[in-house]
């Protein structure tokens, strides 16, 4: 016995039923069967299944929605045509179920990407000491993801409102007449469309990754999030920096991390010409490899610049990441200050001078004893004499 059959009998069993209301009936129970029969082989596939297929379990309850309004699509339009309506409201209801049935191919494609990149992405830790793969996989996959849900909703929006007859030809005729408000809106999406596009290049050349290490406008810190159409970083005092896509395509910037997580950090310091150098040397080559930030690569001292009152040292330290190699270098610093202050207080930064004292009339110069003797003072081998 066909559906068209039984439907028919059930009509003329009921024919003291209004049309309205008959119709309005049959499409109510056809979508509460529909939801009966959802949870009924909801409840078949997880007993199926069991509870250690993880990643199915997730799939199944992800795809509870996109299951749940096709099998109420597919209720309501196999009753329709035995519904008594008038030909414009079986049309206007198959309208709606077309438009919901294109909702639903949207969402299933949305559901399926992040089902499918959260599935790829499950191989890489990014909580690692070395993350660089993970990084980079997953910096790719989300900006991939993004662009290709930004690409679906818009396809999916766009499919579902050419299906009504108006919209179809005022798109038609806007883009057939209209070419100057067609400039306009161009430019008017020019940004998005630049942004989305330089998302594209960086998922492909990766000049940046989630937790990458970057310089971005003097400011020092590690990408947070990347967006459809920005990038949020964090800086080393906890702000949010927040920067357009295009920034990292058209202008140039620091990259701490760019092939790995291992840098080296410099030290400077001002000392004194008469400062031991081999001295400090031995005591860099100390004080790294005893600290537990040390990652047993670069130890390196050396004399980069001799100005009039002091020379500059350049110590070369080297750790894991950029974080250990600041608390390096902030180490390094204070107990190289702290062994010169102990060891050789004479090799700290001093300036040096000379007084002399010109007679202004004759233009020679004036002895010291000279000098006091004018100031009021006796000379310095009279006092001395008196002292002794």
């Given amino acids: ?62 795809t509870h929605g996109p299951i749940r309004l096709a099998l109420v699509i597919f209720a309501v339009a196999a009753v329709l045509p035995a519904a008594p309506l008038a030909s414009g409201a079986t049309r206007t209801i198959a309208q ?6 294109i909702v639903l191919v949207g969402w299933s494609a949305l559901t399926a990407i992040d089902l499918a990149a959260q599935f790829y992405l499950r191989r890489f830790k990014l909580d690692s000491e070395d993350n660089l793969l993970a990084r980079k996989h997953l910096t790719q996959v989300n900006i991939l993801k993004r662009s290709i849900n930004i690409l679906v909703v818009l396809i999916t929006a766009a499919t579902a409102l050419m299906t009504f007859e108006a919209v179809r030809q005022y798109g038609v005729s806007l883009i057939a007449s209209a070419g100057a408000a067609g400039i306009v809106v161009g430019l008017a999406a020019r940004p998005v469309l630049a942004n989305l596009i330089a998302g594209i290049q960086i998922a492909i050349t990766q000049p940046i990754r989630i937790d990458d290490a970057v310089v971005v406008e003097n400011e020092w810190g590690w990408i947070e999030e990347i967006g459809s159409t920005y990038v949020v970083i964090k800086l ?52 790294v490899k005893a600290s537990p930030l040390w990652d047993g690569g ?31 270098r902030c180490e390094v610093r204070e107990k190289l200050i702290a062994f010169l202050q102990t060891e050789y207080p004479h090799a700290l930064p001093r300036l040096r001078a000379e007084i002399v004292d010109f007679d202004a009339g004759a233009g020679r110069q004036i002895s010291r004893e000279e000098t006091e003797m004018r100031r009021g003072s006796p000379p310095r081998h009279e006092t001395q004499a008196s002292t002794a």
């Fill in 96 to 101: 709606l179920l077309l438009v919901a049935f």
């Fill in 236 to 287: 080393w005092d906890w702000r949010r920096l927040v920067v357009p896509l295009s920034y990292f395509i058209e202008k140039p910037f620091q990259n701490w991390t760019r092939s790995s997580a291992q840098i080296i950090g410099t030290v400077l310091l001002n000392v004194d010409y008469t400062v031991p150098v081999e001295r400090v040397r031995a005591k860099l080559e100390d004080i």
């Fill in 298 to 328: 670069v130890i390196n001292l050396q004399v980069v610049e001799a100005e009039r009152d002091t020379i500059q040292l350049r110590a070369l330290v080297s750790a894991r990441n950029s974080p250990r190699v600041w608390d390096l």
């Fill in 1 to 62: 016995m066909t559906l068209g059959s039984t439907l028919t009998s059930i009509r003329s069993t009921l024919f003291w039923v209004p049309d309205w209301l008959y119709a309005t009936l049959l499409l109510a129970c056809a979508a509460i069967v529909a939801l009966l029969l959802f949870r009924m082989l909801l409840r078949a596939l997880r007993r199926l299944i069991g509870p250690k297929q993880a990643f199915l379990q997730s799939l199944i309850t992800r």
